[in-house]
């Protein structure tokens, strides 16, 4: 599903250009879950945006679903992360005001789904994540652990082939974090591609495959049993 060949990234910081990617190449296959690991400032961040269609490589390609996009304009890229890749983050991004039924159905609002079609999908996402009787609250009257599964049902509602984990457990305690990495491997399970950001390396190792980042260079494929 994922194919990265030879990728580089730099960045311009005054008069020094920084190098956050360096000849990075790796492939991820349809329905595996892959853990990217390394510490902070490793380049793991940029690899994620990369993933994700935030941002495209100075060298090298990025192949998604068999499609070229290193070199697409902002617009195919919208509609490439609109379509094709959901995203959890460890701040979980949820917009105070609105419900968490309301926050789910925002990016089918984006995708410009009709309202009933949003409502039914948003539902259904919540519900999977055992929300179904939260729905109507908005964030402040959730836990975190509550906050980071309606960022989970966002993800999902629309229903695409990649998920995008950027360090989902950070913010959370073990406990925590372990019954969301049991949801991510849940969703796996049903063939979702999922690919994990993390520096924790006993989270990275419940993933199949495991990439090793450091100083923008990412080492050999790891496969766990």
């Given at each position: 599903m994922i194919r990265i060949e030879h990728m580089s990234k730099f960045y311009q910081m005054g008069e020094e250009?920084?190098?956050?990617?360096?000849?990075?190449?790796?492939?991820?296959?349809?329905?595996?879950?892959?853990?990217?690991?390394?510490?902070s400032g490793s380049g793991k961040s940029t690899l994620m945006n990369m993933i994700g269609c935030l941002d495209v490589p100075d060298s090298g390609q990025y192949?998604?679903?068999?499609?070229?996009?290193?070199?697409?304009?902002?617009?195919?890229?919208?509609?490439i992360r609109n379509r094709k890749v959901g995203f959890i983050f460890q701040q979980y991004n949820l917009l105070p005001r609105l419900t968490a039924l309301e926050n789910v159905e925002l990016p089918l609002l984006y995708r410009g789904l009709p309202a009933a079609e949003r409502r039914e999908k948003a539902q259904a996402a919540l519900a999977r994540m055992g929300l179904a009787d939260r729905m109507k609250h908005r964030p402040a009257e959730l836990s975190g652990g509550q906050q980071q599964r309606v960022s989970v049902a966002r993800a999902l509602a629309g229903e695409p082939p990649l998920l995008l984990a950027d360090e989902p457990t950070g913010a959370l305690d073990s406990k925590t974090s372990q019954a969301l990495m049991d949801i991510l491997l849940e969703l796996n399970q049903s063939h979702i591609t999922v690919v994990l950001i993390t520096h924790d390396l006993d989270i990275a190792r419940q993933a199949k495959v495991i990439y090793r980042i450091a100083d923008g260079f990412i080492g050999e494929r790891e496969v766990w049993s």
């Open positions: 250009t920084v190098t956050a990617l360096q000849d990075v190449s790796l492939h991820i296959l349809p329905g595996e879950l892959t853990a990217i690991v390394g510490p192949f998604l679903d068999g499609k070229n996009v290193s070199r697409m304009d902002e617009n195919e890229l919208a509609d």
